[in-house]
């Protein structure tokens, strides 16, 4: 199911530029009708971009409400304004391409040829660290671990820019621990560095185990992805187990901050 998610995305992301493109060359003759079709199709693309590089807030916005405003409001003119024509129909294209990109094509629902997975296997599976030396979370302390969605992910990004904004609050007795599937991807481990530790699963075994494996998901150099979650080991024992239904909005570190603080709490 996710690979059909994921081609559509990538279709969408191809689109985007080809028809706001389009829609520019059209207004520098003079047609201002095609300014829908540009609101439409462009905010997405550059919130994009921004999240990329500096976003850490908006990761949790499960509407996308930066670029849908604009989008309601292209397509509002067009309907009023417009003739039943090209700028109409592109511009009706991305209202209906943003309402699937939040709704369906985001969303991880489980396949019926992924395993479903125990998370009370989580402290025996094995890791590796940014060393290549397995590890274990058995051995590992009292730890908040994340799973991010993927290294090529602009959500991952910000979950882990949220996670270092929200450091200091935390109070945490060791480092965070974020574990991808697949290799650890090198941003990340700049990210981190001091700051929380990074592990990878190599080939997602671990985390097809734990029922977090996305079938047919991969980005750049084959890098793997799974769903986002977020767990708290204590005591040698799981604590605290979430995972999320859309990558967009992955478990937030605020709604578990009490177990954070009960468990994981320094001295």
């Not at 940014?130 to 302390?141: D, I």
Request: with cysteine; hydrophobic share 50%; proline share 7%.
């Amino acid at each position: 199911m996710f690979l059909l998610q994921h081609q559509l995305l990538r279709i969408l992301a191809l689109a985007a530029p080809f028809i706001t493109l389009l829609s520019l060359w059209h207004l520098s003759a003079g047609e201002l009708l095609w300014l829908a079709p540009v609101l439409a199709w462009l905010p997405l693309p550059l919130l994009q971009l921004w999240r990329r590089f500096v976003g850490n807030i908006a990761f949790a916005d499960p509407r996308e409400t930066p670029a849908l405003l604009p989008v309601l409001l292209a397509t509002g003119g067009a309907l009023v304004l417009g003739e039943r024509g090209a700028p109409l129909w592109l511009t009706l294209a991305g209202l209906f391409a943003l309402l699937l990109h939040n709704r369906v094509l985001t969303a991880v629902p489980r396949g019926v040829r992924e395993v479903q997975g125990a998370a009370g296997e989580l402290l025996q599976l094995d890791f590796e660290d940014a060393g290549g030396a397995v590890r274990r979370l058995a051995g590992a302390g009292d730890r908040l671990v994340l799973f991010p969605f993927a290294g090529w992910s602009v959500y991952s990004r910000m979950q882990l820019r949220q996670l270092l904004e929200q450091l200091p609050q935390l109070s945490l007795a060791q480092p965070p621990l974020v574990v991808f599937a697949g290799a650890v991807p090198q941003w990340a481990q700049i990210m981190g560095a001091g700051r929380f530790e990074c592990w990878g699963d190599p080939g997602a075994v671990s985390s097809q185990a734990l029922g977090l494996w996305l079938r047919g998901a991969s980005g750049p150099g084959g890098t793997l992805a799974q769903r986002p979650a977020l767990a708290i080991v204590s005591g040698g024992e799981l604590r605290f187990w979430q995972v999320a239904g859309n990558y967009r909005v992955p478990p937030s570190l605020q709604d578990c901050r009490g177990r954070l603080q009960k468990w994981l709490a320094r001295d």
